[in-house]
């Protein structure tokens, strides 16, 4: 049987997300970002075309390498400003019954216990279709705004993620058994005090004492995303990623990117296939080719190729606009994203490379094409790279989104390749087909879970 193609939505709690300066075309509506309704019409949407999720995107800072200002930021609106992505979530749940929500959050500012909280919250209110996207950042003007003189060294900063998942797990598999609430109004016991324990962690960067604050939810731990890919963040990956996020430009890199993630997971005991694998794209379809490219030439035109390079920058800690047009871009090894700056080691780069790269504004596979076209390149994507499906960028907002789900996703269901029904249960029961709301036997998060006749105390783990 054919892989059935996953698709995330992705966004971001801003005006320009990933394809920079569309945000002047007439019929884009991203300046209604503060406008709850515009999220809550977005949901329902996308639970229209059976998306599996809205994947939100976020940064903490500002993009200030490009130019050494953030003139060029401000000008284009380039995720900033920028609003929180979690406070979306009961709004967008209270009108859909299916669509998936993966949230991301900086670990470097957010104390584990506190944000152990905001995620069972979530998945409560959602019934249980949160996610969470990993980052550790990567921007020094975050570290500063948070009394830091510089972000961490980029592996340092993993060895943060581990514990910070170490006490996550503790808190959201192991403080409270299955069985701990009972509910009992004769006998007056809402939770067994038996069955509810005192975390305790003492560690390198995380002390911590106390009972986890929610009782369990749907999911317990929300499935869990991230997309780092360096040898140091594959590894990572391999120990607690369900999901991971790459970005892919040809075939064949794109399939050696799977592959490393796939040997990942098997270096750590855990099954191959048990991470699903998103690429982002961007696809631009009409009713027929010839009208597909008018409106790409159309979006070129409102697009900000100087925007993309200016996010770009910030990606590799390099400014760009320190180079002539046609001046060799010389890129040492940076403490900000290595697949960024590993891509200009290995290419003869120039600014107007870039321009040229960035002409949509961002840099990712564009598909244009008629929806027969469109949906047969999207399969040869999946079948001959391994991908398991893919993070949709917008473009001109909703209308990017609802030209996929009129025109590709009827494509794609007629080739079998795209549900026809959401499947029940939870984000990860419906991510991955499992009878169960919770991690997987093989996932590390699993063996800090409380037996169900557990014993009262403390829940101590290495």
């Not at 014993?455 to 783990?461: E, F, N």
């Amino acid at each position: 049987m054919s892989k059935q193609i996953l698709l995330n939505a992705f966004n971001m709690n801003c005006i320009g997300h990933i394809n920079h300066g569309l945000w002047t075309h007439p019929r884009d509506t991203s300046t209604r970002y503060k406008d709850i309704e515009y999220w809550t019409d977005l949901a329902r949407l996308l639970e229209r075309g059976l998306f599996d999720g809205l994947f939100i995107a976020d940064i903490v800072g500002t993009y200030d390498i490009y130019g050494d200002s953030v003139d060029v930021t401000l000008k284009e609106s380039i995720q900033l400003p920028v609003n929180d992505p979690l406070l979306l979530v009961s709004a967008m749940a209270a009108v859909t019954r299916n669509l998936g929500f993966g949230l991301t959050a900086n670990l470097t500012y957010e104390p584990p216990y506190l944000f152990a909280r905001r995620l069972s919250t979530l998945d409560h209110l959602s019934k249980g279709r949160v996610g969470w996207n990993i980052v550790t950042g990567y921007l020094d003007s975050a570290a500063r705004a948070m009394g830091l003189e510089q972000q961490p060294e980029h592996d340092r900063r993993y060895d943060q993620a581990d514990e910070y998942l170490q006490v996550l797990y503790k808190l959201l598999e192991g403080s409270w058994a299955d069985d701990a609430v009972v509910e009992d109004r004769k006998q007056r016991v809402y939770a067994r005090p038996d069955k509810v324990r005192k975390v305790e962690h003492r560690g390198e960067f995380y002390k911590v004492e106390g009972y986890h604050l929610c009782e369990p939810s749907p999911q317990r731990t929300p499935v869990l995303f991230q997309a780092g890919s360096s040898a140091r963040g594959l590894a990572f990956a391999g120990n607690h990623a369900e999901c991971v996020f790459i970005g892919g430009q040809t075939h064949s890199g794109t399939r050696a990117q799977v592959d490393k993630v796939r040997a990942a997971a098997l270096a750590a005991g855990r099954d191959p296939q048990a991470i699903k694998v998103f690429m982002g794209i961007t696809v631009i379809v009409a009713p027929t080719e010839e009208q597909a490219r008018a409106k790409h030439a159309e979006y070129l035109r409102h697009a900000s190729a100087e925007a993309g390079v200016a996010h770009f920058a910030a990606s590799t800690g390099i400014d760009f606009a320190a180079f002539d047009l046609d001046e060799p871009i010389n890129a040492g090894q940076g403490n900000a994203i290595q697949s960024a700056t590993k891509l200009l080691q290995d290419n003869a780069w120039t600014r107007r490379r870039l321009l040229e790269q960035h002409a949509l504004g961002g840099r990712y596979v564009t598909l244009v094409g008629a929806p027969d076209q469109v949906a047969e390149q999207l399969i040869g994507w999946i079948d001959e790279t391994g991908l398991d499906g893919f993070n949709l960028a917008r473009t001109v907002t909703p209308e990017s989104y609802e030209d996929f789900i009129d025109l590709v996703v009827p494509e794609l269901q007629r080739r079998g390749r795209y549900k026809t029904a959401y499947a029940e249960g939870s984000l990860r029961q419906k991510l991955f087909a499992s009878p169960s709301a919770h991690l997987p036997a093989d996932h590390p998060g699993s063996t800090y879970r409380t037996p169900t006749n557990a014993p009262t105390g403390a829940a101590h783990h290495a």
